[in-house]
């Protein structure tokens, strides 16, 4: 079970940290992922972090977005600076028991969670 939480609206160039609390699993078990989706059936991948810690981004949010987990509080983060109108999304959080090496399709990951929004005005 993955829970989301953090979104909102801010201005251009504004930060937001987003959580995703897990329950029932140890985030360090698994493979894990933030997707956005903006309007239309595309869910893109950002910021993906492996069992062992290994980090990977997309290329619109590298240098901005940043992905980590807390084991001892069992959750995953996605601290977002600088954002711009394009980031804004319904953002979720992704994670799978496989041993997943970087970004991927959607259909990589079993477990979801219901998603927050993130709107960003210029």
């Known amino acids: 079970h993955l829970v989301e939480s953090g979104g909102g609206s801010v201005q251009a160039g504004g930060s937001l940290r987003l959580s995703c609390a897990a329950s029932?699993?140890?985030?360090?078990?698994?493979?894990m992922c933030w997707f956005r989706q903006a309007p239309g059936p595309e869910r893109e991948g950002v910021a993906f972090?492996?069992?062992?810690?290994?980090?990977e981004y997309a290329d619109s949010v590298k240098g901005r977005f940043t992905i980590s987990k807390d084991n001892t509080k069992n959750t995953l983060y996605l601290q977002m600076n600088n954002l711009k109108p394009e980031d804004a999304a319904m953002y979720y959080c992704?994670?799978?028991?496989?041993?997943?090496?970087?970004?991927?399709?959607?259909?990589?990951?079993?477990?979801w969670g219901q998603g927050t929004q993130v709107t960003v005005s210029s």
């Open positions: 992704a994670a799978d028991t496989k041993n997943i090496v970087g970004l991927g399709p959607r259909d990589w990951y079993m477990y």
């Open positions: 029932g699993y140890t985030v360090n078990k698994f493979s």
């Open positions: 972090i492996s069992r062992d810690d290994i980090t």
